[in-house]
């Protein structure tokens, strides 16, 4: 008697870590789409600070241009040259970019 209750409580004791092993198995299949999904996210919340901090600067860029533009007349000279305006009295010479070896 003492030897079949020996074999059925050590069963048990198999059954149950069995119970538990398959229970952590389903409880981390069940949880890593959820996990890669996360990851996703995150990669994608870092790419789009980043866009935001290069928007942000371009933004500060322009508003010191626009300040220059309102207070700097020798900037707006120099914008307008840049882009091929001149005076009156001036002549702008354009030279082309050396690309190619000698």
């Given at each position: 008697m003492?030897?079949?209750e020996k074999y059925w409580n050590l069963i048990n004791r198999i059954?149950?870590?069995a119970i538990i092993f398959m229970a952590g198995v389903g409880v981390v299949l069940a949880f890593q789409p959820k996990v890669k999904q996360l990851q996703e996210y995150q990669e994608k919340h870092d790419e789009l600070q980043q866009r935001?901090?290069?928007t942000l600067s371009a933004e500060q860029d322009?508003?010191?241009k626009q300040r220059r533009f309102t207070s700097d007349p020798?900037?707006?000279e120099k914008v307008a040259h840049?882009?091929?305006y001149a005076r009156t009295n001036e002549t702008i010479f354009h030279f082309p970019?050396?690309?190619g070896s000698y």
């Open positions: 003492q030897q079949t059954v149950l870590v935001i901090s290069v322009l508003k010191e020798s900037f707006v840049e882009v091929g970019e050396e690309t």
